[in-house]
């Protein structure tokens, strides 16, 4: 696209990287917002071009202004840039989350400045490693019909693929993206922690290997790459797993007893399991489901 000046108010983990990206790729950002001193040590590294300045200031300076803010802090965010004059008609406002669509940017529409959200698939860590891994990542992207080049333009300089998602559809897209990624960072984490209460001193060399396999078989094979005890329906050996979870971690029954549950559905539905041969291992994990919930 032709090459833009660039305003980020955000210059947190993913505020900061995209705006390197848009850099290497020809455009400038100008300013950015930065208000921790994480943000502003971000900026200095990562956008050491930009002036530090207060969001209506960059807002006003930028042809291309880029809202990377957490979700809930958005709309007021957009309602405030109105409020103060800092948009004008024929600018870009694009924002970077993905549970929001169009909707939230509807302000901007009655100045003049134009709508686009860009959710890009990724976890960030705010560091230059960052950088290497957006080519080839998708974006979730929502824009008006007749900003759709200009969206996908920017999205291939960031070095991405798109992904056209529905206005009504961000929601589901996000709570997708967020339940796989989010909370596999948390059940990896779950994992170590039993590992290590087993007494694993390095469970990360247990489980990298194991789990990388299972990551690749699965985006490969969908359910087909299911294996241990719940797919077999081995309802002695689950019964044994949540009996020393709730010696240890009782706090890990619940999450262990929701995902098996989840499991067995899906093993049952594609026929890997037959019902009759699961109702040992369901009586098993509705009897310490009722427990937890007396429990709790």
Do not use: C
């Amino acid at each position: 696209m032709n090459r833009q000046n660039i305003g980020i108010i955000g210059a947190g983990r993913v505020g900061a990287v995209l705006g390197a990206a848009l850099v290497r790729s020809g455009h400038k950002v100008i300013a950015a917002v930065g208000v921790s001193a994480a943000s502003k040590s971000r900026a200095e590294l990562l956008l050491p071009g930009a002036s530090l300045l207060p969001a209506d200031k960059v807002a006003a300076a930028a042809d291309l202004v880029l809202l990377a803010v957490p979700d809930d802090a958005l709309p007021g965010l957009v309602n405030g840039l109105v409020e103060t004059g800092a948009l004008r008609r024929g600018q870009i406002v694009a924002h970077t989350s993905g549970a929001h669509g169009l909707a939230v940017l509807a302000p901007v529409t009655a100045v003049g400045a134009e709508p686009l959200a860009l959710h890009p698939a990724m976890t960030f860590t705010g560091t230059e490693a960052d950088l290497a891994r957006l080519p080839g990542i998708s974006f979730g992207v929502t824009a008006p019909e007749h900003l759709r080049s200009t969206a996908a333009a920017l999205v291939e300089d960031l070095g991405g693929v798109v992904e056209w998602i529905a206005e009504e559809k961000r929601p589901l897209y996000h709570a997708a993206l967020a339940h796989g990624a989010n909370h596999l960072v948390t059940l990896v984490n779950e994992a170590m922690d039993r590992l290590r209460d087993a007494g694993v001193h390095h469970p990360e060399q247990v489980l990298a290997p194991l789990l990388g396999a299972a990551l690749d078989n699965t985006l490969r094979l969908g359910d087909a790459a299911i294996t241990g005890p719940v797919s077999r329906g081995d309802a002695g050996t689950v019964e044994k797993h949540l009996h020393a979870l709730e010696a240890v971690a009782p706090g890990s029954v619940p999450p262990y007893l929701a995902l098996a549950r989840r499991t067995a559905d899906r093993v049952i539905a594609n026929g890997r399991l037959r019902p009759i041969d699961a109702e040992p291992l369901l009586d098993v994990l509705g009897s310490h489901s009722r427990a937890a919930e007396r429990a709790a």
